[in-house]
Structure formats: C-alpha cells, structure tokens
C-alpha cells in the first residue's frame, strides 16, 4: 500500500488485513516491551493544519511504538500563518528528509492532492480532510465494533449483517462519510439520523438508510450507535432552531439510553460535547466504547504506519 | 529439475518423535519448558512436538498448554526489500516466558536470519533462563553464527536448490522435497 487516502480504495479483504495487522499490534501493548524496531530509521512528519488532541497523539504513539521518528508541525505557530501554502510547507519539510506525512486539511482533497501532486515521495496517510474523510477514524470505528462483538475470535471477521446506526451532524462529518463507505463494504447496513439540514445533498445515493427520527431508529434496533459531535466550527448558518432543541431531538440523552438494546453498543470519535448529543451517563457506561475507540486507534494507526512504510516502495503511479 | 523427496511422512514423523525426546533429555523433564513455533510451519511442529510431550510428560500438559506461536515479521532486516509481508499473531502460553526454558521451532533453518529476528523478538517478551532451537531440516549455508540444538535431518543443499516442506495441516500431506 503506497498511500492511505480514502475508504474507498479498500475492498473488503484489505479492510479485513488491516483489523487483522491491528490485532497484532494491540498485543504489543501488552508485552513486557511495547515497541516494535519494525520502522527504525524511517521518520514520519504529523502536518496538522487543523486543531485536533487524539488524532495527532495517536498517530505520533504509533510511530512510536513502531520505533520511527516524528515530527510534528501544527499550523498555529508556524509559518502557515505567515502564508505560506501547503505545497511549500510539505516541501520543507520533505527536503528535511521523511518517509510519510501524515495529514490532517481543513480543505477536502488536500491529502490526495498532496500524493498525486509529485510535490514530494513520501507516503501519505490521510488523517481528515475538510468534510471528505478520515479513514483511519472508520477503519477503528470498525475495529472497536468487531473487537466488542467477537472479542478474540475477531481476527478474519468482517461485519456481516451488523446494523450500524450513525446519528447527527452528518453533513459536515468526515468520520460519518468514511464510515458509510468502510462499515458497508465490510457489509454492515448503516442507518443515518439526522436533522434535514445536517445531511448532505446526494445521501439519498449513499448505500445506507436515510431518517430524521431518532426514536424511530432506536426503537428498530441497532448493534452500534455512533454519535456525531455538531461541528460548530464549520457552520456559517443556522442548521437547526437552538442547542437545546437539537438535544431535545436528536442527542442521546438518559432516556434515549435506557431505551437502547441491551447490547448496543454507544460509539463517538470524540470530542464529545456532553450534554449535548451525547449525555454523561450513556458516554461512561459499560456499553460506551469511546476510551477502546482511543486505545484500538493507536493499534489501527501501527497498522496504517506499517502497511504505507515497511515494504519496498511500490512503483510510483 | 525434478523434485525429489526427502522425508516421507513416516520420516517426519519420526524425526519429530526423536527431537521431542532429546528435547525432554536435554531439559531433564518438561519443566519450564515452553515450545514457541515460528510461523507457518513451525507452529503446526510446535503443536506436533507439544502433543508427543504431552504423552510423554503428564506434567506438560495435552491441550497445548505451553506451546504458543511467535511472528518474526516485525523483526525482520528484510523488510525494506521485499513487498509488505502480512504478520501472522503471537500467542504465548498464559504462564509467559520469564525463567522458562523456550524453544523454538521453525521448519527449515537456512541463513539463520529468521532465529536473529526471533531471538530479538523474544527479548521484547520476556526473560527465558534459555533459548533452544529445533528445526525439521537445516539446509546450512548459514549467514549468521546460530546452530541448532535438535535437527530433524541435515540436508546438505545448494543455494540453487529449493526445500519444500509440505504439512497435512495446511498442504495436505507430510512431505520434503528438494527442487
């Protein structure tokens, strides 16, 4: 795998490979040392022009774990203020000498850009991309959901007939659009909730269930349910009346949670606004996989790291 | 050139009857012993070898016990030269490796690079009091100074020559063949 760019270049056995890689990297942890010498002498460069706390410590663990270098640049602080654009800044920091960047636009496309601009030779892994993706986000979304169901009997699974409900702000999610695409290849059924105004114009091509009654999609069932944090940032309207209204019908409140199956499972890829779609007591219960979404990123990302760096380089397309 | 065998099933059979033995003898029981099978192949022999001690020494237990799986891949020095290998998974038996007596299992031991790379990942897992090596067929031409302790048959070969070892676990039936 030269590059990790989009869910959509992965078909169901290399989704599949990558969980199975992750399991290996997982028992690392355990060991009496938790390092691997796998990648000693490559370095990988984080470039995070957007804010983000988990994506860029997990990444920077697992290159860790697997004994590269890192470097890590954020755009607050840096030159990028000064405005310099992203070719310049991938080709400083490609002339220090790295062998991938890991990158986190606020511009959909950028990590695609980045690969197939022949600006620089590193591998690229895509860790979000304006409103596009985060593959890495749905690949331990899918690894959380598989680990809980199947626990060590995991490995060469995939997610047949698992129902997966995704709820919230979907229009501007790169983890809902990664998801849809990764959890139905590996041949779950998606259902989205979510106010009208909050789904993207085109959902209705999407292979998933479309509806904007979060009661309804409770009361019919689910193994999973992921709850979207509302990106306020990225909103330059009024998506829906007030805060308390979008908690009122679509966050995931302690009644809501009570009326959830038994073992459903309650998913957030964080930063969760509690309170707001997601209430204290369904993000600390036993049935939140939220703090094992963390851990198992750090395994997904070892996975990626390793996939996109050990092998000899592939010819360059 | 034609294949030609080597070690019929009944040969695997026994070799691995008798290195099960000069393991037990050169341990002096199966205490702390703890079998770690290289994978693919080593881990069916490391099964082999654990299910004939385990009818030799009630101690060491039937149910595989204290026989586990160890992947090298994230060790190997080869990595950067060939194509992304798929890792296989590390088992280790429950009573883990510190002060135990391990030894390892691989099919056929050429270069030795392979055993480097388990040595350093076994390191990373525990302390054992002693590392031991067993192997089906050792084909020499060794690049590294690492012997084996118990050998199935010594197969003197030329580097030209391939070795094919063939287990009814995953290709059907016990064979080794030279090509």
Same mark, same amino acid.
């Given at each position: ?7 959509? @270049? ?10 199975? !890689? ?52 954020? %755009?607050?602080? /840096? ?136 009661? %309804? ?45 038994? @073992? ?13 779609? !997601? /209430? ?38 | ?24 003898? %050169? ?8 079998? *770690? ?83 350093? %990942?076994?390191? @990373? ?10 192997? *089906? ?43």
């Amino acid at each position: 795998m030269r590059h990790m760019l989009s869910t959509r @270049d992965l078909d169901r056995d290399a989704a599949v490979g990558i969980l199975d !890689i992750a399991e290996d990297m997982a028992d690392v942890a355990t060991r009496a040392v938790p390092k691997l010498p796998t990648l000693r002498g490559k370095t990988v460069a984080n470039l995070f022009f957007e804010d983000s706390t988990r994506t860029r410590l997990s990444f920077e663990a697992a290159a860790k774990r697997l004994s590269a270098d890192v470097i890590t640049f954020s %755009a607050k602080g /840096s030159s990028v203020s000064k405005g310099e654009s992203l070719k310049d800044t991938a080709q400083t920091i490609a002339a220090m000498g790295i062998d991938a960047v890991v990158l986190r636009h606020g511009a959909s496309g950028a990590a695609s850009v980045l690969a197939n601009s022949g600006w620089i030779d590193a591998a690229v892994v895509n860790a979000g991309d304006g409103t596009h993706e985060h593959p890495t986000q749905a690949l331990l979304d899918a690894y959380s959901i598989r680990k809980r169901l199947h626990g060590t009997a995991s490995r060469g699974r995939d997610l047949d007939g698992i129902r997966v409900t995704i709820v919230g702000d979907i229009l501007h999610s790169r983890v809902a659009r990664s998801n849809v695409t990764l959890l139905t290849t590996l041949g779950a059924h998606v259902t989205l909730v979510a106010p009208a105004t909050l789904l993207p114009v085109g959902v209705r091509s999407w292979p998933v269930a479309v509806t904007h009654d979060l009661d %309804a999609a409770i009361a019919s069932g689910a193994d999973a349910i992921m709850m979207l944090r509302v990106q306020s940032e990225r909103m330059n309207a009024a998506y829906f009346p007030s805060e308390r209204e979008y908690a009122r019908q679509w966050g995931l409140d302690d009644v809501r949670f009570g009326r959830l199956g038994p @073992d459903t499972m309650v998913l957030h890829p964080g930063p969760m606004n509690r309170g707001f779609e !997601i /209430s204290a007591a369904a993000a600390d219960s036993a049935r939140s996989v939220v703090l094992d979404q963390v851990t198992n990123g750090v395994s997904i990302r070892m996975a990626v790291l390793y996939l996109v760096l050990a092998g000899a380089m592939e010819a360059k397309s | 050139m034609a294949a030609r065998t080597v070690l019929h099933q009944a040969d695997i059979t026994r070799a691995l009857t008798r290195i099960s033995h000069e393991i037990l003898e %050169a341990n002096s029981g199966a205490s702390d012993l703890v079998l *770690l099978g290289i994978p693919t192949r080593g881990v069916l022999l490391a099964d082999r070898i654990g299910a004939i001690i385990g009818a030799l020494e009630p101690g060491f237990g039937t149910a595989g016990e204290r026989v586990g799986a160890l992947d090298v891949t994230m060790y190997r020095d080869d990595l950067g030269r060939q194509p992304t290998r798929t890792p296989s998974p590390t088992r280790v038996p429950a009573t883990g490796i510190d002060g135990a007596t391990v030894v390892l299992v691989d099919d056929v031991l050429y270069s030795g690079r392979t055993i480097r790379a388990a040595l350093d %990942a076994l390191g @990373d897992l525990g302390r054992p009091r002693a590392v031991r090596l067993a192997v *089906l067929v050792d084909r020499g031409h060794r690049e590294l100074p690492i012997r084996a302790d118990f050998v199935g048959k010594n197969l003197p070969s030329s580097v030209h020559e391939r070795i094919n070892v063939r287990l009814a676990e995953t290709d059907g039936d016990d064979l080794v063949e030279i090509s």
